[in-house]
């Protein structure tokens, strides 16, 4: 397919640049051209139990060590995520009985909140081996039978994004192998970490979601730089770009040395920035609730909702809906303990009703 390159700055500070006006648009008769005010994604786990917190943990859930089997954990995270401006929850996934029970289940309460669902297809075990690849070209398949036609995985267009993590073990043929049952149904991503590597797979996938959550925006040379070039190589295919954006991260209880302070939300800040300087399809936020690299935005018992509201800073959602306040809670007496859980309910309506609404007419702030 022709392209033309879609050529951007690359020497503005992180910390200050404005997303850049590209000199030339891609001809990509496929692809409209990256949107001014791109959704913002969130990369979502549903694999804890609740002896998964037990492990590699420094930091807990505000909400208690949930199991991603509890229904009402979940509706409270995908309210939080829209309130907070959050379009859609990138779900990491494989096609287990525990896993396609749990994005079913997503599913349904996404649908009602009015967020989208994209998917990371885990394509390693519990050791970073990477799968076979019958079993992935089967998940993929699955995947499409069930969720090609919901709009719920309707992102971009009427094809769901699924990008498949660990694209480098495979070689072009076996991915080849993996997609083509697939490509009318769903647009699968790599997940390449530089130009050379995207360029040699660029010819089988549409395009790729860049998971970088270790880098730090502040000390990293070149980090803007990179996912410029990252996003010049991928449009040079007309493939959709997904530029990481991230708050901090330390991986030492896993076995990691690197550490990325969050700086108070400055280290977002400025990666959210250098994110957008690439003229994104979309932003993905890593992460919602990655714990045991300290990645995530969910409200926490250290960090309370801090990192949720600069993210809702970020995107300019609409503040909350105040909670109304009973004069008779204190004695007990009068209608106040009916009327709360009532005005609970109506405003937690609101707050789903407005996140819809804003879903078309908010713009990002820039940084």
Known sequence: ???????????????????????????CPDRPPPPSDPPVLAH???????????????????????????????????????????????????????????????????KAGGLKLAITYQAQDF?????????????????????????TFHLFG??????????????????????????????????????????RVSSTVDGDLYYWSSVDPLKTPGHQSKLVDMANAVRENCG?????????????????TTIVERRNGE?????????????PDALGVISWNEFSENTYVEPSEKYGSKYLDE??????????????????????EGTGSLLTPLLTVAAAGLAVFLGVTVWGTRRRRTP
């Not at 070209?137 to 036609?149: G, I, M, N």
């Not at 049952?181 to 590597?197: G, I, M, N, R």
């Not at 959709?240 to 990691?256: H, K, N």
């Open 1 to 27: 397919m022709l392209a033309t390159t879609l050529v951007l700055p690359t020497t503005a500070s992180p910390a200050l640049a404005a997303p850049p006006a590209p000199t030339s648009a891609a001809v």
């Open 44 to 110: 979502f786990y549903i694999w804890f139990t609740q002896a998964s917190w037990d492990r590699a943990k420094q930091d807990y859930p505000a909400v208690g060590r949930y199991s991603s089997d509890d229904l009402d954990v979940m509706k409270g995270q995908v309210a939080e995520a829209r309130s907070a401006g959050i379009d859609g929850f990138m779900v990491s996934w494989k096609s287990t009985p525990d896993l396609d029970a749990r994005l079913r289940q997503l599913r349904d309460v996404a």
């Open 127 to 151: 050791y970073r081996r990477p799968l076979p690849v019958a079993q992935v070209r089967h998940d993929l398949q699955v995947l499409a039978d069930t969720y090609a036609a919901d709009p």
């Open 158 to 199: 009427s094809r769901p994004v699924v990008a498949i993590s660990g694209t480098w073990n495979y070689t072009v043929a076996e991915l080849r192998s993996i997609i083509a049952p697939v490509a009318s149904k769903l647009t699968v991503l790599a997940t390449e970490k530089s130009v050379k590597d995207y360029q």
């Open 240 to 256: 959709l770009w997904i530029a990481p954006v991230a708050p901090g991260f330390d991986a030492r209880d896993i076995g990691g």
């Open 267 to 279: 280290t977002l800040r400025t990666s959210w920035a250098a994110a957008l300087a690439s003229t």
């Open 311 to 332: 993210v809702a800073a970020l995107t300019n959602a609409p503040p909350p809906p105040p909670k109304e306040l009973d004069s008779t809670a204190a004695d007990g």
